[in-house]
């Protein structure tokens, strides 16, 4: 049971960092909205799925973060995987919160802010986990054909 906690865990701080670094960055882009003086809805959705997806990449590489093992060129990868996910999980959440609605009222009973930031980090942590799961594989290391004496 002890190899399944550290997943399970990181999972959970996965999720729970990116949803909170995802609405971080949502208010960050809604207040550089704001100050800009953005009139343009489509302003508006791209720096709410930049920010939301942002904030939900970062969530995930922190929790899948392996400092000890990896060089530079894999942790920018990493970085840049989890954030292109992020951003795309949360266009897919907004496009699903934005077609909820309740049939007698004909409006969503959520935001779809809050689908946009759920998305982002659920899809940014799922990208972790497997950049992290391939990462391990690659990396395993291969037993040799020859008993080794000091080990």
Known sequence: MGPYLVPVGRTIIGVTFGVVLSMIGIAIAWSLYIFFGGQSIQT?????????????????????????????????????????????????????????????CAMPTVSPVYYTALGSAVVANAAGIVFATARAFITKKRQTQFHNAVH
């Open 44 to 104: 508006w959705l791209a720096s709410l799925f930049f920010g939301a997806g942002f904030g939900a990449g970062t969530g995930a590489f922190v929790a899948w973060l392996h400092l000890d093992r990896e060089n530079g060129w894999v942790l920018i990868l990493t970085a840049v995987f989890v954030v292109g996910v992020g951003i795309a999980g949360a266009w897919g959440g907004y496009q699903y919160g934005s077609n909820q609605e309740v049939e007698c």
